[in-house]
């Protein structure tokens, strides 16, 4: 999911990264209404907001709407910065680190809430914050390793593209060109996989509270050991593989 | 374009980020977080409906006013009661008061980005007011009420000068 780069992606690849992160973005963000009632993962309607709030000159609001933007902004200029400034060697590993900055946020969010949070509105606004920054992380990375194919958190352009997919479906053409077809399944897995983190996280929180940022963290993991897995799974086969190319051309010699 | 190019990716990269701190903290120096515009004693001063409702007989409009019964109903189902003066207190502490009768304290907070007042009952019971309005002088708070006519009702406060 995270090794391959671009055009060396499959749809297979994108529907597997795109269900996971969405599914864990879908999580945080209907955890973060509940609790702080703010969005976490898209920022338009925080877009929205800050132009309301400029307008009626509430400039505290305006900061903090401001400033949740930006940390959005910073997460996907960290993520990118890591893919783009890391070895092509060492892919998987450039690829897992923005993923491990946002583990460390997502585990942040939930031991503090779980165990410290006083509700002041300057700690919500805080969190919000480290949020937005692991979303932007999240979106960043994805959208830029699948070449902009998958967005987990940016519902927005998806329901727009699903929406022109399917005009374009009503043409036959179309409907038998296999990349827009895979195209329009990897946009209904993305944004199946959001509803379902969604629902899960809702239900989740009613019992375990600040916890769903922990589950929603576990997702994460599970992309990278999925990843190093097949890495792993991959030297041992191509070892193997050699090993035995080997031993017949000494055994042909002899 | 030529000369936006000409200062070099560093001096634009450094103006990127010092830019919206430098606009993040002019902003904040001239405002005040709302969790220390609300503390302080407010008065009720006006119950309303934000959504006005047609009349379907004569396709009129209803009044916004609230009248003193249904005011009474709506109340009944809060946890706010008949107050008539709020104190929001530092503590996260939250009187209403009735002609000198003190009820028990409930506790307050605000939610997103100081636009949501939650409001907890010693009993857990929890509600979430819309606060649109906090200044110096006036405070408006907004819920939904499903009583009567379903809708926003806005509460309009004045500051009490203690």
Redesign the interface.
Known sequence: MLRKFNNSRTLEDNKKLGALTAFSAGMVNVASVII???FTSNVTGHFA?LAE?IAKR??????????WI?CFFIGNFVSNLVVIHSSKKRRHLSHAIPLLIEIGCLLFIGFYGQFFYK????E??LM?AVLLFAMGIQNGLTASISNFAVKTTHLTGLTTDLGILLAMFTKKSFRQNEQLAGRAQLLVTIAGAYLLGGVFAGVLYLNIQFMVFIVACLVIVIIILYDYSKIKVTRFLRTKRSTISRWNTVTSES | MKKISGLGPSVLYIALFTV?IL??GA??L??????QNILGSWKEVAWEYEKVEKDNENGSLTSKSISESIKREIIQSLIIHEAETWEFLPN?KLRLDKKDQITTPLEW????????L?LKHPDDKTE?YNLQKVNDDEMVLYFNSDIKAKGIVKMVFKRVNS
Do not use: C, D
Request: hydrophobic share 45%.
């Open positions: 702080f009632f703010a907001i709030e509430n400039w505290y609001q305006a900061a903090v709407v401001f400033a930006f509700e002041t509105l300057t919500t606004e919000v | 919206p606009l993040f902003m904040m001239n405002s005040t977080s709302p969790e996260g907070n605000l939610k997103g980005r100081g636009h949501v939650k979430y």
